[in-house]
């Protein structure tokens, strides 16, 4: 019975060759995305899984001024462990707010190069947390001063496979040079974790160490991301309840000092990652909306070409009627002939499976390109087991319907040839068609709204120079001592307009903060003010508006306690942009109270990302700190692939030998602030073209099979007179009102959308209605594209091969 199922199921494929390749190339691509979106989810929601006991281990984290902060003060950590019976470990790491690059050196084979990701950590830390070691104890690893654990890919790098552990190699930063040695190589491809990691320095050291020790307060340099594992079977919910206690007990002084108070709360560690949304993460994070995103774009994707699968099989039933008539005949049931039917979709959607394992292996190289990832196939077993039960499923969707609907043919109906298409099948396979462009019509609205969001934010005046700009990192003090020297030999450069130099610059987090108070003002009144230091050229250089007062100078008589503020701190203290020049701000070290002379306010800027308000922000000289940039303003089209960076290498070489060359571009770097709608606006994309191109290959059966149905009708019509252009307007007019209806349906779903994913955004277009009548226009023009061939096929058709068997 089952090699008989298999005859006809192959023999029906080989009779409808068009509607055969339609369903089998239409489900193979619905599930080549659907795969390839898995591929990308599983790879998501695997960070962090991998350490030992991840459900024990919570990240500390603080809460201000309902701001929630991702790190916390230096004591926490030890404070925890002594106080709360339930901390079975503790650990900290410090991101200093300087060390955003470490240049690290081999004196030996002199290979110097500039490395991110490095982080300060306790010597508990590898207790915590699980890395796989290639070379060293990682239960020893920092538990000495001054050690550090690379990366394969940095030991690699340095030392080629050559084992580097109890090797020395000096560390830049920018207050000196410092010797470390390697005691321990881990595995880069298995860390996949909010930690993203390239290597780890002893939190006891001779550049940090003397300053980690000393800080004591509870309320000041909350610089130190704290992490907790607890012991096994401890209630998570008593220990959250023990914290406010516990950081009275602690904290209250300190906080009462400045008349603040914080609270802290846990995050689970394994959700960090995907869930966590607050201030100052170490690095950039996953985001669980998109995988939502992600997933529903799947699922329609595949239910889009399986309504096809649906569509087709019962506009074609006529042609298999008297099959089932007799069959019935022959004594099969309704039951028997529902199965035959599920059998033959099942071997349509694993003929697709093969065919979607293809595309995958073609396709996935461009898809991690898109994604920016670095897939693998079979990264996860579970993703083959997925795979088959989302193929069995995919068939027995796509087949349920037709199998219900051709086995349900009455016998005398059939035999006697007099079966026709009854309402219900029609309204239901209509209603499926208007699903599909729906979702067609939702899927480009909401690519058009990324696109011109993104567009917006490429373009948005944000209140500075972002343009021809170039930047260069500083981790060495020699370099900033030779900064006059440098800048002298680089302005001889016509192209070279100015430079300058600062602790940051727009876009990068890396700002300070501080409150401050206005005059005849407390710190009951204190606003949080985030400051950069600079040269007293950046504001130019930088070509920030000044709307009153003047620009910070080079005497430091006048200018050692002088700032520049925007509009908005000047609001946040109450004072009048016009009037606030020679005011003060007041701001408190201990039980000192000091103060700041405003002497110039500039028009606001977007110092941060569009996603976010602008805020207070201030421009102050160095007062013993090092700058961290030096920033070139570069005259001259296409600089970036011009000589000029070569000759700016040159000058470098010359001024600073012992030190390498790296850049960046300042609007580059203010655009990775949008990596991820970048990453998703892509991905959306490509993907909106597939189920547009699905859709199209549904669209283009049924109307196959409309005028193939019609096809006598026309020749009759053409021979009482009717023009090509009345019979193409007749066979395309109810295809025309289904998309109508599909856009009327998509409109209020996509604006929805559309306004939901803007408002992650402080600063966004708003979406107009000629937005939704070009995504309507487009969905039309690409509906009446895809039928017209076949529309205007049958038109042309002479009447006589349309007749002749009259």
């Known amino acids: ?53 991840v459900d024990q281990i919570y990240r500390v984290a603080l809460e201000v001024n309902n701001q929630r902060w ?60 699980t890395y796989d070691f290639v070379y060293g104890d990682k239960k020893t690893a920092l538990n000495t001063p001054n050690s550090i654990v690379i990366s394969e890919a940095i030991a690699q790098k340095m030392f080629g496979e050559e084992n580097p552990v109890n090797k020395l190699i000096t560390v830049e930063i920018p207050y000196g040079e410092y010797e470390y040695t390697i005691k321990g190589v ?18 006891r050291n001779d550049d940090l160490g003397l300053w980690v020790e000393q800080q004591t307060n509870w309320n000041t340099n909350n610089l130190f991301y704290t992490y907790v594992k607890l012991k096994e079977k401890s209630n998570v919910s008593a220990f959250k309840q023990k914290l406010p206690a516990f950081l009275e007990k602690n904290a209250s002084a300190d906080f009462q000092a400045v008349n603040i108070s914080k609270k802290l709360f846990i995050q689970p560690v394994k959700d960090i990652y995907l869930k966590s949304d607050i201030e100052n993460e170490l690095s950039s994070t996953g985001g669980a909306t998109y995988l939502y995103i992600f997933g529903s774009i799947a699922a329609f994707l595949l239910l889009i070409a399986c309504i096809n699968f649906m569509n087709l099989s019962t506009a074609n039933s006529e042609k298999r009627a008297k ?57 996860s077993p579970q993703l083959i087991f997925w795979m088959i039960t989302l193929t069995v499923i995919t068939g027995l969707i796509s087949g349920l319907y037709p199998a219900f609907y051709l086995s ?40 058009v709204v990324m696109l011109k969001q993104l567009n917006f934010i490429k373009n948005q005046d944000l209140g500075f120079k972002k343009e021809q700009q170039l930047v260069l990192p500083i981790r060495n003090p020699e370099v900033v001592n030779n900064y006059s020297a440098f800048k002298n030999e680089i302005l001889k450069n016509p192209n070279v307009i100015s430079m300058t130099a600062g602790s940051t610059y727009p876009g990068f987090d890396l700002v300070q903060d501080t409150f401050f108070y206005a005059e005849g003002k407390t710190m009951e009144d204190k606003v949080l003010m ?58 408190e070290n201990g039980e000192q109270r000091l103060y700041a002379d405003i002497v110039g306010v500039i028009k606001d800027f977007n110092f941060k990302s569009l996603h976010e308000e602008i805020e207070p922000y201030a421009l102050t000289k160095f007062n013993g700190d090092q700058p961290n940039y030096f920033i070139l303003n570069i005259q001259g089209d296409n600089f970036k692939d011009s000589n000029i960076l070569a000759e700016v290498e040159n000058v470098w070489g010359k001024i600073n030998p012992d030190t390498p060359f790296q850049y960046s571009f300042l609007d580059q770097d203010f655009q990775r602030n949008y990596e991820r709608e970048q990453r998703t606006s892509d991905i959306i994309v490509c993907f909106t073209l597939i189920a547009i191109f699905i859709a199209c290959l549904g669209l283009l059966g049924l109307a196959s099979f409309t005028t193939e149905q019609r096809r006598k009708e026309v020749g009759v019509r053409r021979v009482l007179g009717s023009s090509v252009l009345e019979i193409t ?26 306004n939901r994913w803007l408002q992650d955004f402080a600063y966004h277009i708003d979406i107009n209605w000629w937005l939704f009548a070009s995504t309507s226009f487009i969905a039309l023009l690409i509906a009446l594209l895809t039928i017209s061939f076949q529309v205007i096929k049958a038109s042309i058709t002479n009447p006589v091969e349309s007749l002749r068997t009259e």
């Open 323 to 379: 099959e089932v008539g007799v069959q019935k005949v022959m004594g099969a049931s309704k039951k028997s002939l529902m199965f035959q039917y599920l059998g033959e979709s099942l071997i349509i959607a694993f003929l697709a499976l093969f065919l979607a394992l293809l595309l995958i292996y073609l396709f996935l190289p461009v898809f991690n390109a898109f994604a920016q990832k670095e897939l693998s196939f079979f990264e």
């Open 1 to 53: 019975m089952i090699k008989n199922y298999f005859k006809i199921a192959w023999r029906n494929l080989m009779k409808n060759k068009f509607f055969s390749f339609i369903n089998i190339f239409g489900l193979a691509v619905g599930l080549t995305t659907c795969f390839l979106l898995m591929l990308y989810v599983f790879n998501e929601t695997t960070y962090d899984k991998h350490h030992s006991d």
């Open 530 to 587: 985030y400051y950069a230091q600079v040269y007293e050229d950046y504001i130019q250089t930088l070509d920030y508006e000044l709307l009153y007062g003047r620009l910070l100078s080079d005497n430091p008589d006048t200018d050692k306690n002088a700032m520049v503020l925007n509009e908005t701190a000047i609001r946040h203290f109450g004072y009048n942009p016009e009037s606030a020049v020679g005011r003060k701000i007041f701001y």
């Open 729 to 754: 307007t007749l066979l395309s007019k109810d295809f025309i009102k289904l998309i109508l209806i599909a856009i009327v349906v998509a409109a209020p779903v996509s604006y929805y959308l559309g």
């Open 186 to 203: 881990f595995k880069n491809e298995k860390n996949k974790s909010h930690i993203d990691a390239n290597f780890f320095l002893s939190m």
């Open 70 to 129: 991702a790190s916390g003060p230096a004591p926490l950590a030890q404070g925890l462990k002594s106080d709360l019976a339930e901390v079975e470990e503790v650990a900290r790491i410090l991101d200093f707010p300087t060390t955003d690059k470490f240049l690290l050196k081999n004196e030996n084979n002199d290979r110097s190069f500039y490395e991110s990701n490095g982080y300060y950590a306790d010597s508990t830390f590898f207790k915590i947390f």
């Open 408 to 447: 349900s043919f009455k016998i005398t109906t059939v035999i006697k040839g007099k079966l026709t298409n009854n309402f219900s099948a029609k309204f239901i396979r209509k209603g499926l068609v208007v699903f599909q462009f729906a979702t067609s019509v939702c899927l480009i609205l909401m690519t």
